[in-house]
């Protein structure tokens, strides 16, 4: 089972800032920046090319759930980075698709170089 699935079952500890019956969303343990949480399906997807027609609601539902998320912290006003890795050349670590809420600086490509 991958790392993100046994944080869904309660196996693995994590920071958890909001969970429904779809995504779970917690706090990511190598922060790039003030804000940074990963949202993800609760249901196994190895990565955003394994999304398939029937996907488009979840996908939308990670999308809309950062929003969300992004005004709890309040850094919606200021604005935020939201960033999907797909694949080897994407940088993509972790086999479950997650989406990346970076915020609560102002985020400079040169002093996050692996946030593109
Ligand atoms: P990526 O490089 O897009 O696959 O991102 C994977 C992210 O997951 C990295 O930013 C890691 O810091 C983060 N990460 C890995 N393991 C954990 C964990 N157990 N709890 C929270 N975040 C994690
Ligand atoms: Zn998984």
Known sequence: MCIFCKIINKEVPAAVVYEDDDVLA???VRPLAPVHILIIPKRHIESISNLTEEDTELAGKLILTAKKIAEDFDISPK????LF???EWGG???PHIHLHLIGGAKLQENIH???I
């Open 26 to 28: 917690f706090k990511d």
């Open 79 to 82: 604005g935020y980075k939201l």
């Open 85 to 87: 890795r797909v694949g």
């Open 92 to 94: 993509q670590e972790v």
């Open 113 to 115: 170089p692996e946030v």
